[in-house]
Nanobody, 113 residues
Framework: QVQLVESGGDLVQPGGSLRLSCAASSSVYSNFMGWYRQAPGKQREPVASITDRGVTTYRDSVKGRFTISRDRAKNMMYLQMNSLKSEDTAVYYC????????WGRGTQVTVSL
């Protein structure tokens, strides 16, 4: 059983930045990992992912604004979010694949004046 715990969500003004963290209870050395988000009344959608070789992918709406990264030594994954927009408001979930997919419980990001 792998536990994932997100942190870093907050209320931020449009144009601001946040860094989300995902702490894993197991090694993240060679795992496919990433972030999803779910806005109120909408389906959960993929945001970004990173392969074991460090290849990253992003949904079009966050390209150039969000950056996913991983610290293997600390068993951590991050999502740096810049130039935040109101439409980025959602609960953000991290996931990781260790044979099966594990999910965190989410962290709330609210972008508003």
């Amino acid at each position: 059983q792998v536990q994932l715990v997100e942190s870093g969500g907050d209320l931020v003004q449009p144009g601001g930045s946040l860094r989300l963290s995902c702490a894993a209870s197991s090694s993240v050395y060679s795992n496919f990992m990433g972030w999803y988000r779910q806005a109120p009344g909408k389906q959960r959608e993929p945001v970004a992912s990173i392969t074991d070789r460090g290849v990253t992918t992003y949904r079009d709406s966050v390209k150039g604004r969000f950056t996913i990264s991983r610290d293997r030594a600390k068993n951590m994954m991050y999502l740096q979010m810049n130039s935040l927009k109101s439409e980025d408001t959602a609960v953000y979930y991290c996931f990781g694949d260790w044979g099966v997919r594990y999910w965190g419980r989410g962290t709330q990001v609210t972008v508003s004046l």
